[in-house]
Structures are given as C-alpha cells and as structure tokens.
C-alpha cells in the first residue's frame, strides 16, 4: 500500500480512519443494543399473552370452555392449552411450529425460538389449574423487520456522515495548511540573493503564524551572517589591496637592477611594513566578524588597553613628531570584552589621531553610569561638524586626512584599518564611538561596557 505523501493527505487519512472506526463502533453499539431492547419488548408480549391466556382458562367437565366475553372467538392465535402433556386447545399452525409448542410446554417460564418460523413460544402454568400449561406465541418478523431497517439505515447515515466529515475535513486541511503551501512556494522562488525576503504572516495567532515568525527570525539571522561573510569579504579585499600592492612595486623595483644593500634593507622593511599592516587588517577584521557573532565574551583592564595601544602606535606618533601622553584612570576599570578586541577598536583611532597630530596626542579612561569611556584627543585640525557622522563610513576620509595624506604623499598611510571599523568593531561589542567636531583638535570617544 502506497503511502501518502503530503502531511495534508496523511492527515486526512487519519481523520477518515478514525472517524470510520469510530462509526462502525457506534453503528455495531447500536444495532446490538437494538436487538437486545427488540427481543426483550418481545419477551414482554408473549409473556403478557401467556399470562393473559393462563388466567383464562377454564374447565368443566374436563373439557375446556371459552370465557364468556363479547365478540370472544376463544383463545387468542398462536395459544396452545395442555394438560398432562394433551392438547385441549391449539391453533391451526404448521406442524413444526405445533411440536415446538409441545417442546415448550415442557419447560414452563423460559422463551423459546422456533429456528426458521420466526416465532416465540412462551409456556406458563394456568393459575387455578396447575396441571395446565398455556403455551402463546409471538411472531418475530416485525421485530426482525425493524432491526433490518434499523441497521440497514445506520449503516447509510454512517456512510453518508464519513463522507460528509471527509469533504469537510478535506477543505478544513486544505484552508489550515494554505499558509504552509504559499511559504514553501515563496521560499522555493527565493534566491540567495533576496536576503530581506520574508513570509510577513504578521503578528503569531496560532502554530503555523508561530511558525512563518520563527522562520523569519531565522532568516533575519542568516541573512545577517551572509551581509557580515559578504561584508568581511569585501572588506579584507579592500584592505589587502593596497599593502598587496605596495609589496609586489617594492618587490620588483628591489628585483630590476642590483642595488646597494642600504637600498635592499629599505625595500625589505616597506615589505615587512606592509606584511604587518595585512597582519593587524587580518586580526582586526576576524576579531570584527567573531564579535559580531557573538563567540567573544571577556574582560580587559583599561588601563592595560590604554598601555598596549599607546606602546603600538608609539612609533607612528614619532615619525610625525608628535608624542603620546596617556592619563591612567585612578581606579581599575574593567571593559567587557576581550584584551584583543578593546585594542582593535582603539588603535585605528590612535593612529588617526598620531598622523593628524600637531604636537600631542592624549589617551584616557574613566567611568561613566554602566559604561566605560575611553578619550582620544589630538591637537591637530579637528572634525568638521558636517563630517561627523560620514567619517565613519567605509571607505570615506575626511578634510585633515585628506590634506595630510597630500603633504606627506601617502608617506604615512597607516594600516588602513578606518574609522568605519573601529566603530563597527565598538558597536558589535555593546559601546560605540562618537566624534566632537572642534577646530581645535580631534576629539573622539569610545564607550565600551564595563566588565
């Protein structure tokens, strides 16, 4: 037997068999407490008949003598008076149905179906003559009649209701699961490509809009993680090009012609420059895409962040004659998340801030409410307040960076790294970073949640 394949069509299945099972329980229940209420209300008629008879009877001279009432034509049909096992009274019936009776008397008070005759004798003693056995009869055919009809129409209206439960449950199953039918056709229409497409079966009422929400929270997720592998993707692309670029010019201008070994040094500690900066883009980049994710947790000492970063960007701030001051908070300050993470977000920060500075960049923590803050000043040009917000964005260098990388010819380029992922960084760990446009310097600020 095949099996069905849909849910829809296994569960109609199911609804049919059961309602089915449950009809014929019902039917066959009937039809037998049918039979057992027809057979005893023909118990009780030919018992009141005999008794009727019993109490009739009457003898003189040994012969029996019909009671005198009006338009009496004698004992009922089917009445049979014996004594001693004689007959003194008997209908004019078939001789089979006569010998049954005969059978009967001989066991007074029990009922006894004549087989083939449709017939129930029933013997009793007569009241004033204990010698005398009335037997009467009942015919059955009536009964059994009913009981025909009985099942034949329980057995139409069982039929006629499965049907009408089949159609019924049918287009019950058909409405109910509609929903599932347009989900499945719509996500089968979609491609990897449709990232925002989603079932919208708006606000959950029952398991199946429970389900299409689910569903779309599930596809939210996804189609963040796509944007975030998409993203990380074409942002280590980016970042890798130009160090990538950078060392393969050096590397053939170092391979065109022998050179002096001042000249080879020089090449190979550009290369190694810009192996370092794919390295911190690599780090920072992975570090981005795990926070994001959610599968970094831990703690970092402010004040060992602060060290760390001022340490790294130390050289950079020299080559542009400018120093770092870093102000220790006074108490220990925990940052909720990792060392590595709390170093990434700072560095792109500190290292825009050592190539725009003048003199100084200054470098601090301190508490504020439930967060912890962290201070990168400079006092270079400073944030126009109309590039306050699109600094951040990828791939986007503001007034000063673009004025000193002019000046300087691209000396000092940096490790690439950007606002845009200092503050993306700062934003999948909790915090942010935010810029104070001045005319008097950089001011940025780093707000990460406490550990």
């Known amino acids: 037997m095949t099996r069905p394949r849909g849910v ?32 005893r ?74 087989p083939g005759l449709d017939t129930r004798l029933y013997a009793m003693p007569a009241s004033d003559y204990p010698s005398i056995v009335v037997v009467a009869g009942v015919s059955l055919a009536p009964y059994r009649h009913t009981q025909r009809i009985a099942l034949i129409g329980s057995l139409v209206f069982a039929g006629l209701l499965l049907l009408v439960v089949a159609l019924i449950a049918r287009w019950m199953l058909r409405a109910a699961l509609r929903p599932v039918s347009r989900m499945t056709a719509d996500a089968e229409a979609w491609s990897e490509h449709e990232l925002d497409r989603r079932f919208a079966a708006g ?38 090009r130009t160090p990538l670029a ?23 500690q550009t290369v190694l420059h810009n192996t370092r900066s794919m390295s911190v883009a690599i780090e920072t980049l992975v570090a981005a895409a795990q926070q994001e994710s959610g599968l970094t947790h831990g703690r970092s000492d402010a004040s060992a962040v602060i060290d760390e970063v001022s340490e790294m960007c130390g050289r ?33 920060l500190v ?12 470098l601090g923590a301190r508490r504020d409410a439930g967060d912890v803050v962290f201070s990168i000043d400079d006092d270079g040009p400073g ?28 000396s000092s380029a940096g490790a690439g790294l950007g606002l845009a992922l200092s503050r993306r960084l700062a934003r999948a760990a909790g915090g942010d970073v935010t810029v104070r446009p001045a005319e008097d310097g950089g001011h940025f600020a780093v707000r990460l949640p406490a550990g």
């Open 8 to 39: 829809r069509s296994r569960l109609l299945v199911t609804v049919v068999v059961s309602v089915a099972v449950a009809l014929a329980l019902m039917t066959a229940g009937f039809n037998v407490l049918l039979a057992r209420s027809l057979s």
């Open 41 to 114: 209300d023909a118990d009780s008629v030919v018992r009141t008949r005999a008794a009727t008879e019993a109490a009739s009877v009457y003898l003189a001279n040994d012969r029996l003598v019909a009671p005198d009432q009006p338009d009496s034509g004698g004992l009922v049909t089917q009445a049979w008076v014996f004594k001693d096992g004689r007959a003194l009274e008997a209908p004019r019936v078939s001789a089979a149905l006569d010998s049954a009776a005969v059978g009967a008397a001989t066991t007074p008070g029990a009922p006894v179906d004549v």
């Open 203 to 240: 606000e959950p009422y029952d398991e199946l809009s429970q389900l299409a929400a689910t569903l779309d929270r599930l596809l939210d997720r996804l189609s963040a993680s796509l944007r975030r592998e998409q993203r990380f993707s074409a942002e280590v692309s980016h970042e890798l």
């Open 246 to 268: 950078k060392v393969q010019a050096e590397a053939e201008l170092a391979l065109r012609r022998e050179r002096q070994p001042a000249e080879y040094r020089a090449a190979l």
């Open 316 to 348: 950079l701030a020299a080559d542009n004659g400018a120093r770092i001051a870093t102000a220790a908070p006074a108490v220990p300050l925990a940052v909720g998340v990792e060392p590595e993470v709390a170093v990434r977000i700072l560095q792109p």
């Open 351 to 362: 290292d825009n801030a050592c190539r725009l500075a003048a003199t100084s960049v200054s």
């Open 383 to 410: 944030v126009r307040a109309d590039e306050a917000e699109s600094i951040f964005e990828p791939g986007v260098r503001g007034s000063a960076t673009r004025a000193g990388e002019s000046a300087e010819a691209g």
